[in-house]
């Protein structure tokens, strides 16, 4: 494009909004063959152009397409959006959400290194760190995440990492990110923050502090409930070199002696992650889901209006019932205000459980009578979905340790789409009428 120099000043300083980077971001037509969507690149492997440019990519010595599992060009385009809308330097996607917090983990913890978690993780990591802390020897203490003294208090000098999810689960907890970032750093440790049920959209935990951010794609991102994917995304901002995470800082023997900080600078961390991490346990997000998921994150800020305006109509209305004893919404929590305005002042997700006073038969037979709502354990989709955890995700836990759980035996979960707010009030009316 010809512009006069004026004009190109003028572009270079314009800042593209949420929902232009949404669409546009780390995108362009394809320039090979103009094709205007990102096409899928469906292949394994590329062709090197001659022997010295072959050994320059593997040597790390230029960037470049070698192998799918370590990066493709449909899944670049996703993770550089993601990248941009968290505000990062950049990302590394993964198959699932949980790969993307496992590689995440295993690229800075070494055996006997100690993390401090929030309690309130959604079921699946909690489970995940508990496992990973016993096969990979590090220790983990999970804190009340309310509680700011806490947070510090479970740090030791062995701790090298702070764990928390923006908006927690099942009680809605809104994460103090800019405190917590605060002990985090105090103790020369990075704060990595599970953005899942916020998006970049309604938070992005870079700007307040945190270091490295994690999604599970599957959610909100996508949207469609079509696929399983995750990604990492760095600040840049942490200092590996600090003296504390020779794991990130020091010679690598699995590259030759190469100093990944020192190297790469900012860039340290992310490289590891996708040369070693990913190349080495291979938790790859293939390039059709990646596809989806740029689908799917086009329509992220319509989505996420109508995700938040819908779950709060519905939450509203639960707050009327006799047979409800207590709507945990976090817009709802008066605890929650302040936290609220300041972090997701655009609305407080879309994911929150009540509780029925009928206790486990009420929640079954509710469950049993949804026309609308989907029974299923997910969220984040564009079609509502119903859960009732004491018959299905922690059925194996006594009344006492539900409780311990935050978790009542009448306690449902509920991840609002973005149908009409009637229907969804109108569903769950017919199925709470006994
Ligand atoms: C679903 C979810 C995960 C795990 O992601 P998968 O894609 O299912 O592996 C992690 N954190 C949160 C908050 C989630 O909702």
Same mark, same amino acid.
């Given at each position: 494009?010809?512009?006069?120099?004026?004009?190109?000043?003028?572009?270079?300083?314009?800042?593209?909004?949420?929902?232009?980077?949404?669409?546009?971001?780390?995108?362009?037509?394809?320039?090979?063959?103009?094709?205007?969507?990102?096409?899928?690149?469906?292949?394994?492997?590329?062709?090197?152009?001659?022997?010295?440019?072959?050994?320059?990519?593997?040597?790390?010595?230029?960037?470049?397409?070698?192998?799918?599992?370590?990066?493709?060009?449909?899944?670049?385009?996703?993770?550089?959006?993601? /990248?941009?809308?968290?505000?990062?330097?950049?990302?590394?996607?993964?198959?699932?959400?949980? /790969?993307?917090?496992?590689?995440?983990?295993?690229?800075?913890?070494?055996?006997?290194?100690?993390?401090?978690?929030?309690?309130?993780?959604?079921?699946?990591?909690?489970?995940?760190?508990?496992?990973?802390?016993?096969?990979?020897?590090?220790?983990?203490?999970?804190?009340?995440?309310?509680?700011?003294?806490?947070? =510090?208090?479970?740090?030791?000098?062995?701790?090298?990492?702070?764990?928390?999810?923006?908006?927690?689960?099942?009680?809605?907890?809104?994460?103090?990110?800019?405190?917590?970032?605060?002990?985090?750093?105090?103790?020369?440790?990075?704060?990595?923050?599970?953005?899942?049920?916020?998006?970049?959209?309604?938070?992005?935990?870079?700007?307040?502090?945190?270091?490295?951010?994690?999604?599970?794609?599957?959610?909100?991102?996508?949207?469609?409930?079509?696929?399983?994917?995750?990604?990492?995304?760095?600040?840049?901002?942490?200092?590996?070199?600090?003296?504390?995470?020779?794991?990130?800082?020091?010679?690598?023997?699995?590259?030759? =002696?190469?100093?990944?900080?020192?190297?790469?600078?900012?860039?340290?961390?992310?490289?590891?992650?996708?040369?070693?991490?990913?190349?080495?346990?291979?938790?790859?997000?293939?390039?059709?889901?990646?596809?989806?998921?740029?689908?799917?994150?086009?329509?992220?800020?319509?989505?996420?209006?109508?995700?938040?305006?819908?779950?709060?109509?519905?939450?509203?209305?639960?707050?009327?019932?006799?047979?409800?004893?207590?709507?945990?919404?976090?817009?709802?929590?008066?605890?929650?205000?302040?936290?609220?305005?300041?972090?997701?002042?655009?609305?407080?997700?879309?994911?929150?459980?009540?509780?029925?006073?009928?206790?486990?038969?009420?929640?079954?037979?509710?469950?049993?009578?949804?026309?609308?709502?989907?029974?299923?354990?997910?969220?984040?989709?564009?079609?509502?979905?119903?859960?009732?955890?004491?018959?299905?995700?922690?059925?194996?836990?006594?009344?006492?340790?539900?409780?311990?759980?935050?978790?009542?035996?009448?306690?449902?979960?509920?991840?609002?789409?973005?149908?009409?707010?009637?229907?969804?009030?109108?569903?769950?009316?017919?199925?709470?009428?006994?």
């Amino acid at each position: 494009m010809n512009t006069t120099a004026e004009e190109s000043t003028i572009v270079d300083t314009h800042e593209f909004g949420f929902a232009t980077r949404s669409v546009h971001a780390g995108a362009r037509p394809d320039p090979t063959t103009g094709a205007r969507a990102t096409p899928i690149f469906q292949t394994s492997s590329y062709v090197f152009e001659d022997p010295e440019s072959a050994a320059a990519y593997f040597n790390l010595q230029e960037y470049g397409n070698t192998y799918s599992r370590i990066m493709n060009p449909t899944v670049a385009a996703l993770e550089e959006r993601l /990248a941009n809308l968290e505000g990062g330097i950049g990302s590394v996607a993964f198959a699932s959400g949980l /790969a993307a917090q496992s590689s995440a983990l295993f690229t800075l913890l070494q055996p006997g290194d100690h993390i401090v978690a929030s309690a309130a993780l959604y079921g699946g990591t909690v489970t995940q760190l508990k496992h990973l802390s016993r096969k990979l020897s590090f220790g983990i203490d999970f804190v009340d995440p309310d509680d700011l003294d806490a947070w =510090g208090r479970a740090a030791t000098p062995e701790t090298k990492l702070f764990f928390g999810e923006t908006i927690g689960n099942p009680s809605g907890n809104i994460l103090d990110i800019e405190s917590i970032a605060r002990i985090a750093h105090a103790a020369e440790c990075p704060l990595l923050v599970d953005n899942t049920f916020a998006t970049p959209y309604l938070c992005r935990p870079i700007e307040w502090g945190a270091d490295i951010v994690v999604h599970s794609t599957t959610k909100f991102i996508g949207g469609h409930g079509t696929s399983i994917g995750g990604a990492v995304v760095d600040s840049g901002d942490f200092d590996w070199s600090n003296g504390r995470f020779p794991v990130v800082a020091d010679a690598s023997p699995a590259y030759h =002696g190469l100093a990944f900080h020192d190297t790469f600078g900012s860039y340290g961390y992310l490289m590891k992650l996708r040369t070693e991490t990913l190349r080495d346990l291979g938790a790859a997000m293939s390039p059709f889901n990646a596809f989806l998921f740029l689908q799917g994150v086009e329509t992220l800020p319509l989505r996420m209006d109508r995700h938040v305006d819908n779950a709060y109509r519905v939450a509203e209305w639960l707050k009327t019932r006799g047979d409800v004893s207590r709507v945990r919404h976090p817009a709802l929590n008066a605890n929650y205000r302040e936290l609220v305005q300041k972090y997701l002042p655009k609305g407080a997700g879309a994911v929150f459980c009540f509780d029925l006073k009928g206790g486990r038969e009420a929640g079954q037979a509710m469950i049993r009578k949804v026309q609308l709502f989907s029974h299923l354990a997910n969220v984040g989709d564009a079609k509502s979905l119903i859960i009732h955890p004491a018959s299905t995700t922690h059925r194996q836990l006594s009344d006492s340790e539900l409780e311990a759980a935050g978790i009542g035996p009448g306690t449902i979960r509920l991840s609002i789409g973005i149908e009409d707010a009637n229907d969804l009030i109108w569903d769950l009316q017919q199925a709470m009428s006994q």
